[in-house]
């Protein structure tokens, strides 16, 4: 049957329910976009004889690979879109800079988007809040102190601080730190949030 | 909405407060506080009276109705009756949780207290989803949400909202000739 | 519980799909019993038992809902489809007497979904069908909702079982709204955590320098 690859990409997207981006799947859009080709070309030449032999009776087949055409179309702009959104939510999560290894799982187009994406909000979040502008990535939950205890993950090297302190992030090693300098290094993971 | 955020709205409630200090009024965005005397009872709002206590300036004196004796009343009352009875604060969850958590020196039989809040939680929870539950099977349309506090509608807030829609979807079905629409979807 | 950022597209409510959730991409995927009123030329290599050119008139075939909805025509005799099993009287009798008995996964799983996709064909029983669904979803309701309250750390995976995809939904709904809460009774509601991204990224490499 017409558009099983189609349906296995949507499939592919779909295992995947907390928001993860697996890799783009070059192999699997093109080898859509080239049953598209085949079905729109065998289209074109059925529709030919139709009119000019007058066989009408080619008309059921003719629909039955347009109602393909259009449900490749249809699986394949679920599939980017998806892919969109997830991109999207890296920028909430991550931060503006990804790890390389998520970069890779995205293709030219999608790289280019989530710059422009990056470019629209932080210029929003520029207009914001007077001349110093406001992040509002920072504060997802209300904050309870000025200043939280953490606990380093892993190695991170040398972080400067708000007075201009130069403090080493050392593995296991734990701290008293402005939240809205820590919060983003604790959502990928770099710190722990110690609560007593 | 997350219970943190239900929590932070909860901390603009006022409590009584007897600081340790002299401080003159202080002027904020959201109201004027203070002045404070050593001894004499203020009203602040409970983010400020947290912050004093943990900084140990101050005694908090407990909401009225966190009275063991008083909740045991509305514990009661809570179960011999079908529907929410009124509670006597919006906000009985998250004031119990936060004072108890950081003034239980302050407030009498602490841990009955929080035995109680519990018990009435658990009772109005199990009332909420029995009414959820008629709702749908009664196939109603609206519902009155007298006397719950937003903790409680917070909690299944999503679970009602997606049953809801649920009902829709199915009950629109029903209605002859919503499928002669062109159904067109690939 | 993190708040998540990312939020898939819904599927569609009423009897209209929506053209980019991926549950309804899925749902539409699901197979019918159809039977061709007319003859496909030239598409007879679809069908492997035939060795014909051309799919024959009264060719009875299993088509997915996308392609039905896309070739039936109430005017015009093309297709037409049949009722699975469940949706037919006799399954709907098992429904009415008890509907929490039935494992509606191994049934559906898209039971309701579907059920309301077929409403589209006309069929003599459609409204019987459209009240059958509706009954069911309400009989099975009180089941589903004290399930995802009480399962708490629990193995879900038996609760999950015989739910169908919106019921699993639902029962996924109302433990994210349980945990937050359970969550902030024991004071961790307002500890920052790790993207939920992150941590499965890392779980993900993880096993795949293993395997």
Request: charged share 25%; proline share 5%; hydrophobic share 35%.
């Amino acid at each position: 049957m017409f558009c099983e690859k189609a349906v296995e990409l949507v499939r592919e997207l779909h295992r995947m329910t907390d928001g993860q981006l697996p890799a783009f799947n070059e192999d699997g859009i093109r080898q859509v976009l080239e049953e598209m080709k085949a079905l729109y070309e065998q289209n074109q030449s059925d529709v030919n004889e139709a009119k000019t032999e007058g066989k009408s009776e080619l008309i059921p087949t003719i629909k039955f690979r347009h109602c393909c055409l259009l449900r490749n179309q249809r699986c394949i702009a679920g599939y980017l879109y998806d892919r969109l959104l997830r991109i999207r939510a890296l920028r909430w999560e991550y931060g503006s800079v990804l790890p390389t290894t998520i970069r890779f799982h995205m293709c030219a187009e999608e790289l280019e988007w989530f710059n422009q994406y990056k470019k629209s909000l932080a210029t929003y979040m520029r207009s914001l809040g007077g001349d110093e502008g406001l992040d509002i990535t920072q504060d997802i939950k209300p904050p309870k102190s000025l200043y939280i205890e953490v606990r380093c993950l892993k190695d991170h090297g040398e972080f400067e601080i708000d007075d201009g302190t130069v403090i080493l992030l050392k593995k296991n090693s734990q701290h008293f730190l402005p939240r809205w300098k820590c919060e983003q290094l604790i959502r990928q993971g770099v710190l722990e949030h110690v609560i007593s | 909405m997350d219970p943190s955020e239900v929590e932070f709205l909860a901390e603009k409630e006022m409590v009584k407060i007897i600081p340790n200090f002299s401080l003159d009024k202080i002027y904020l965005i959201g109201g004027d506080l203070g002045p404070f005397n050593p001894g004499l009872t203020v009203e602040v709002p409970v983010w400020l009276a947290l912050n004093l206590k943990q900084r140990q300036k101050c005694r908090i004196v407990p909401p009225e109705w966190m009275d063991a004796d008083k909740l045991e009343e509305i514990r009661e009352q809570e179960r011999r009756e079908d529907t929410f009875t009124p509670i006597p604060s919006l906000h009985y969850m998250e004031l119990t949780k936060l004072l108890l958590n950081h003034a239980a020196d302050n407030i009498p039989r602490a841990d009955e207290i929080r035995t109680l809040v519990k018990d009435i939680w658990d009772t109005r929870i199990a009332k909420l989803r029995l009414s959820a539950d008629s709702f749908i099977n009664q196939q109603e349309a609206h519902a009155r949400l007298d006397n719950l506090t937003l903790m409680e509608i917070n909690t299944t807030r999503t679970f009602l909202l997606d049953s809801l829609n649920c009902m829709y979807k199915l009950r629109s079905n029903l209605q002859p000739g919503s499928g002669s629409g062109k159904a067109h979807d690939y | 519980m993190d708040t998540q950022s990312y939020m898939p597209v819904p599927p569609g409510v009423g009897m209209e799909e929506n053209f980019l959730s991926l549950d309804d991409i899925l749902l539409s995927h699901e197979r019918l019993p159809c039977k061709t009123d007319t003859s496909f030329p030239k598409l007879g290599f679809l069908e492997k038992t035939s060795e014909s050119h051309d799919i024959p008139e009264n060719t009875k075939m299993e088509m997915p809902l996308w392609m039905a909805k896309g070739l039936y025509e109430r005017k015009r005799h093309v297709i037409s489809v049949d009722l699975p099993k469940v949706y037919r009287e006799g399954w709907r009798t098992v429904f009415g007497a008890d509907a929490n008995m039935v494992d509606l996964h191994k049934m559906g799983p898209y039971y309701y979904g579907l059920g309301s996709q077929i409403l589209h064909f006309e069929n003599a029983e459609n409204p019987e069908i459209a009240q059958s669904i509706l009954q069911t979803f309400i009989g099975r309701f009180r089941r589903t909702m004290d399930s995802s309250q009480n399962a708490y750390n629990e193995d879900m995976s038996a609760l999950l079982e015989r739910l169908d995809c919106l019921e699993r939904a639902l029962f996924r709904s109302g433990q994210n709204g349980l945990n937050a809460f359970q969550l902030w009774e024991r004071g961790r509601a307002s500890q920052l955590t790790a993207s939920s991204l992150v941590t499965n990224y890392r779980k993900r490499k993880i096993t795949e320098l293993h395997s």
